[in-house]
């Protein structure tokens, strides 16, 4: 709920809304929220579309973000790996249908990969069904020389370039 008060403050007032990171990702006022198994995004989701949609458009000089979709490790990790894949490229979709860039955007893929939490209680699964928006260049270059992917799978997107 913190983190909505800078955001509602901003609208009412009409202030410049803020932004925070934490290292290089951003904080959100809420959750992407996906239909169960599925890359299909809830409702929910807008208001944190929206606000990766104005950090973008407030720092034109990253010039790189990458959307990393993260899922529990309960399952078939192939099953989770090909749910992650789908649900990056599908936020991915809807931040330029919303106007963003496409050369702006990286959808990555980690499933059940990385975790913050332990997979052995329904808290700690949930805290790892994430999707982070990281900064990954700035003006150009790749922040802190880091793989602009994370080390996570790249997601073939309609702003995928074919390669020749």
């Known amino acids: 709920m913190t983190s909505l008060i800078p955001l509602l403050a901003s609208l009412v007032l009409g202030a410049d809304p803020v932004y925070e990171l934490e290292g290089n990702e951003l904080k959100l006022p809420g959750p992407m929220v996906f239909a169960t198994n599925s890359a299909k995004l809830k409702d929910e989701s807008n208001s944190v579309l929206e606000h990766v949609k104005g950090y973008l458009e407030a720092k034109p000089y990253i010039t790189l973000m990458r959307v990393e979709v993260h899922t529990d490790s309960m399952g078939v ?8 894949e789908e649900r990056a490229a599908a936020v991915v979709e809807a931040l330029v249908k919303k106007g963003i860039a496409c050369d702006r955007l990286l959808a990555t893929a980690f499933a059940g990969t990385k975790p913050i ?8 699964r949930a805290a790892n069904r994430r999707t982070v928006f990281a900064n990954a260049a700035l003006k150009g270059r790749p922040i802190g020389g880091m793989p602009v992917d994370g080390g996570g799978k790249v997601v073939p997107t309609t702003c ?3 390669k020749p």
């Open 77 to 84: 990790e192939s099953a989770n790996q090909k749910l992650s």
């Open 117 to 124: 939490a332990a997979n052995d209680t329904p808290e700690g």
């Open 160 to 162: 995928t370039k074919p």
